[in-house]
């Protein structure tokens, strides 16, 4: 049976969502405030007690994956898949949590509130969009934007200790001439590191719905700028529950620790013209891993039959996204360029033609 979470004002009954900038919750009808875990605590206490008298409201769409809630304000259905947490009634409007994604062994542990809202988001998206000239021009204009989504994403965050072994090949290369010979002498060393290192508040994706380059792009996240989870936060927002748990999790968590390991001890090894690694091997001597909600904001656009997605931290403003290129833009600049640097040759002959006595 799934719990779904309505936020109505005590006050006036109107549609309650949490406020980035007031970060509280906001009555918008009547603009009252509330604390988002104080409300969040007792509207949950509130939903367990009644849950075992709620009818099912969860069914089987009869498509994969695929589920339906009913909306306790107006009835309505929403479709969504066994990964959406939060959403809104699409006949409604109203902003709903589906309790069940988020309790449990499913219930998030800290939760980052958005700090940016979807001017900021705009206004970021219009400054990258014309980061380069030959950006289409079209880009600049937000309302070719045809989706704007602010999301939880879910995330496992891990700290702790390592230990790591590294056996490694160094090669010093000297070439002498002599005549019409070259001689090229290569001396090889067998090299071992390793040592102890510590990683803090290292982020793992755990819904693999979204694009994982573009998401890691948008690192890092202050996380001890995280909050105890309260489902409040998600008021007015999407949030998705994880589908990679924590045990595939640790998994991606080793590799990236391994090629991050090596950036950072492969520094220390110096003298050698070529470094090259023949086993590395890195190991968790103590880890903790904590399961969180971090912000992003998702805009998608298209261009030529293409889908271009963005994306921005909701906490720290950094944007990231292709950027295509127009063949017009392009042209456009070459020639612009073009004019410039025969002008500046015009003005720069015009300047010392008298020194050479070119005009009379």
Request: aromatic share 14%.
């Amino acid at each position: 049976m799934s719990k779904i979470l309505e936020y109505e004002c005590p006050a006036c009954g109107g549609t309650v969502a949490f406020g980035i900038k007031q970060q509280k919750l906001i009555c918008e009808h009547c603009n009252s405030e509330f604390d988002p875990a104080i409300f969040g605590q007792e509207l949950e206490a509130k939903a367990e007690t009644i849950a075992n008298k709620q009818p099912e409201i969860e069914r089987w769409t009869g498509e994969e994956g695929m589920f339906v809630y009913l909306c306790e304000s107006c009835g309505g259905e929403i479709i969504g898949d066994e990964t959406m947490g939060s959403t809104k009634c699409p006949y409604c409007d109203n902003n709903v949590v589906i309790m069940s994604k988020f309790s449990g062994d499913l219930r998030p542990q800290w939760i980052i509130p958005f700090k940016l809202d979807k001017d900021a988001a705009m206004k970021a998206y219009k400054k990258h969009a014309r980061s380069s000239r030959y950006t289409p021009a079209i880009f600049s204009n937000k309302k070719h934007l045809s989706e704007v989504n602010s999301v939880y994403v879910p995330y496992w965050v891990a700290s702790g200790l390592g230990y790591c072994d590294f056996e490694i090949t160094g090669k010093n290369i000297k070439k002498t001439t002599a005549g019409d010979y070259e001689t090229t002498i290569t001396n090889v060393y067998d090299i071992h590191l390793d040592g102890q290192f510590n990683f803090i508040e290292v982020p793992i994706q755990a819904s693999s719905r979204y694009d994982k380059d573009l998401l890691e792009a948008l690192e890092p996240f202050k996380v001890n700028e995280a909050v105890p989870f309260s489902s409040s936060y998600l008021s007015g927002f999407k949030a998705d529950r994880y589908d990679i748990t924590q045990k595939k999790a640790e998994k991606k968590l080793y590799q990236r620790m391994n090629n991050s390991v090596w950036t950072a001890f492969s520094k220390q090894v110096k003298g050698y013209d070529v470094v090259t690694p023949r086993n590395i091997k890195s190991n968790f001597i103590e880890h903790d891993i904590s399961y969180c909600l971090l912000p992003v904001w998702i805009l998608n656009t298209e261009w030529e039959g293409k889908t271009y997605r963005y994306a921005m931290n909701g906490q720290t403003g950094k944007i990231v996204g292709e950027l295509p290129s127009s063949k017009l833009q392009f042209m456009k600049w070459s020639l612009i360029y073009i004019f410039l640097y025969l002008l500046i040759g015009l003005v720069v002959g015009y300047v010392i033609s008298p020194f050479f006595g070119f005009y009379g």
